[in-house]
Nanobody, 115 residues
Framework: QVQLVESGGGSVQPGGSLTLSCAAP????????MGWYRQTPGKEREWVAT???????NYVDSVKGRFIISRDNAKNTIYMRMDGLKPEDTAVYYC?????????WGQGTQVTVSS
């Protein structure tokens, strides 16, 4: 079982910022596309952003221009900087890794945007 360790969630006011982190074992990180997903109660988990080994990024339309995903290969960690947060961004955010042969999830971190 591959363990992904997430951190950085919290509560902010609308318009605020947060940065999420996700650390993975080096043997997995170096060959994995990494991503962030989010889920709210009663809804399916939604893809938010991904970054490939080569650094190519993709985002769901609702976060383009506000969220930035990045990876630090020396630290085996990905980040997601979230600016201009909106109440509809409130969710549990999950880190995910995937290769050609396997995938796995982190435990999730809560992000709450409320005034």
């Amino acid at each position: 079982q591959v363990q992904l360790v997430e951190s950085g969630g919290g509560s902010v006011q609308p318009g605020g910022s947060l940065t999420l982190s996700c650390a993975a074992p080096g043997s997995i990180f170096s060959r994995s596309t990494m991503g962030w997903y989010r889920q709210t109660p009663g809804k399916e988990r939604e893809w938010v952003a991904t970054i490939t080994v080569g650094g190519i990024t993709n985002y769901v339309d609702s976060v383009k221009g506000r969220f930035i995903i990045s990876r630090d290969n020396a630290k085996n960690t990905i980040y997601m900087r979230m600016d201009g947060l909106k109440p509809e961004d409130t969710a549990v955010y999950y880190c995910r890794y995937f290769t050609n042969f396997s995938s796995g999830w982190g435990q999730g971190t809560q992000v709450t945007v409320s005034s």
